[in-house]
């Protein structure tokens, strides 16, 4: 409980994007680790370390429950939240033991190797979800940012550009209701070239 209270404080202060990432890479790096000192050392005492202290302080497994809850809106997050938790777990967690199982036929280390492999796919998600809401896309229904860190510094600049094109725009509209030449003049003059071209 006191490791997800501080992955909490981190996905307040970071953004939950950020904090996803970081905390998917750290488990990917410790998954085949973990499961080798295990294997080297096979006693309690180095179960309990290993999985009940290592993992809680380097693993994010509460903010999973938000990155998917605020992919959706209200009208579909509680369907739709329920499905994707489902499925994922019922996919990677209920197939889990028959893959680790048939893996320690190969290395001892299998469910190391299996914690790293899913922990590729979780980065994956995270970047396409990056990536595709820089490019627009809305992967945030409840609280915008942050997001990932530095954002804030990103908005300025998008801030600060809307305000470039608020004051061209201005600008303009001023050349043209200060100009002496309206839009029948200008028809006009269009014309008067035509005749002279076709002359």
């Given at each position: 409980v006191s490791t997800q209270s501080t992955w909490g404080y981190f996905v307040d202060t970071m953004g939950v994007a950020k904090v996803a990432f970081f905390g998917s890479v750290l488990l990917l790096l410790t998954g085949y680790p973990t499961y080798a000192i295990l294997n080297a050392s096979p006693t309690i005492?180095?179960?309990?370390?290993?999985?009940?202290?290592?993992w809680p302080l380097i693993g994010c497994f509460g903010i999973s429950g938000l990155m998917s809850a605020e992919l959706f809106g209200p009208e579909l997050r509680t369907v739709s939240t329920g499905v994707?938790?489902?499925?994922?777990?019922?996919?990677?967690g209920g197939f889990a033991p028959?893959?680790?199982?048939?893996?320690?036929?190969?290395?001892?280390v299998a469910?190391?190797?299996?914690?790293?492999?899913?922990?590729?796919?979780?980065?994956?998600?995270?970047?396409?979800?990056?990536?595709?809401?820089?490019?627009?896309?809305k992967v945030t229904n409840i609280r915008d940012s942050p997001y990932w860190y530095g954002e804030d510094e990103i908005d300025k600049k998008v801030e600060h550009s809307k305000d470039i094109i608020k004051e061209d725009h201005k600008k303009i509209e001023?050349?043209?209701?200060?100009?002496k030449i309206n839009h029948k003049d200008i028809t006009n003059i269009s014309k008067k070239i035509s005749d002279v071209m076709l002359a």
């Open positions: 005492p180095v179960a309990v370390l290993m999985i009940d202290v290592v994707t938790t489902n499925l994922s777990v019922a996919a990677f028959l893959i680790c199982n048939a893996l320690l036929q190969v290395t001892p469910p190391g190797l299996w914690i790293s492999a899913t922990n590729i796919l979780s980065i994956a998600g995270v970047l396409w979800a990056v990536i595709g809401r820089n490019y627009g896309l001023n050349i043209t209701s200060t100009s």
